[in-house]
């Protein structure tokens, strides 16, 4: 589900931290469960160098926690911080869209008919993982589209926190069918090149998010 964009470029420990922060943000891993470098060396089949390399980014990525002399642990989930994150999420999302629906280079934009092309399969599968991997493509690729960086690494971040509470509330909480079409209107706008409606989708789209979670936790 979190793998990269291009396995070939990726680094051994970009892979580890990929497949880690996997078995993290579905609960695999589950918060407060004690982290092993030799574990997770045999069960991903990495070496100690990129297990390790992949620890200390999913620590600054807060997925986990580093203790001296008590070792690594996985973060704890707290729910308190949905607000915390959609608030920052609603702004720099919303703009990140109106810039994607500005910037999308011609190839980007077909990349995001193909994603459009799949909305509809999306929508009549039963299970939610499926509907959580497209939300994740087409959020990051909307970030791309942005071709700014830092807004890029930043929402990243955001939104794996913001998905690790998703999957804790994944038993609870409706199908989210509202936010097939909310990607639709979403990647129209940017393939029409409409910053303003790309904005307001966004918006409307991560606040909906908001309340569904809230509304089972």
């Given at each position: 589900?979190?793998?990269?964009?291009?396995?070939?470029?990726?680094?051994?420990?970009?892979?580890?931290?990929?497949?880690?922060?996997?078995?993290?943000?579905?609960?695999?891993?589950?918060?407060?469960?004690?982290?092993?470098?030799?574990?997770?060396?045999?069960?991903?089949?990495?070496?100690?160098?990129?297990?390790?390399?992949?620890?200390?980014?999913?620590?600054?990525?807060?997925?986990?926690?580093?203790?001296?002399?008590?070792?690594?642990?996985?973060?704890?989930?707290?729910?308190?911080?949905?607000?915390?994150?959609?608030?920052?999420?609603?702004?720099?999302?919303?703009?990140?869209?109106?810039?994607?629906a500005?910037?999308?280079?011609?190839?980007?934009?077909?990349?995001?008919?193909a994603?459009?092309?799949?909305?509809?399969?999306?929508a009549?599968?039963?299970?939610?993982?499926?509907?959580?991997?497209?939300?994740?493509?087409?959020?990051?690729?909307?970030?791309?589209?942005a071709?700014n960086?830092?807004i890029?690494?930043?929402?990243?971040?955001?939104?794996?926190?913001?998905?690790?509470?998703?999957?804790?509330?994944?038993d609870?909480?409706?199908?989210?069918?509202?936010a097939?079409?909310?990607?639709?209107?979403?990647?129209?706008?940017?393939c029409?090149?409409?910053p303003?409606?790309?904005?307001d989708?966004?918006?409307?789209?991560?606040?909906g998010?908001?309340?569904?979670?809230?509304a089972?936790?």
């Amino acid at each position: 589900m979190f793998q990269p964009d291009a396995d070939e470029a990726a680094s051994l420990s970009e892979r580890a931290a990929y497949r880690i922060r996997e078995l993290i943000v579905s609960l695999e891993l589950p918060p407060g469960a004690p982290v092993s470098e030799r574990e997770l060396m045999e069960r991903l089949g990495f070496g100690r160098t990129p297990v390790r390399e992949a620890l200390r980014t999913l620590a600054q990525e807060k997925l986990v926690e580093v203790y001296p002399r008590r070792g690594i642990v996985v973060a704890p989930v707290d729910v308190g911080d949905l607000a915390a994150l959609s608030e920052a999420r609603i702004v720099l999302e919303s703009f990140a869209a109106r810039c994607a629906a500005e910037r999308a280079a011609a190839e980007e934009r077909t990349a995001a008919r193909a994603f459009l092309a799949e909305l509809p399969g999306a929508a009549d599968e039963h299970d939610e993982r499926t509907l959580i991997e497209l939300d994740q493509r087409i959020h990051r690729h909307v970030y791309r589209c942005a071709h700014n960086p830092f807004i890029e690494s930043t929402l990243n971040e955001y939104y794996i926190l913001t998905l690790r509470i998703w999957f804790l509330a994944l038993d609870r909480v409706p199908r989210l069918e509202h936010a097939v079409t909310e990607h639709r209107e979403l990647l129209e706008a940017i393939c029409d090149g409409d910053p303003r409606r790309a904005e307001d989708v966004m918006r409307r789209h991560i606040e909906g998010f908001e309340r569904a979670i809230r509304a089972v936790l």
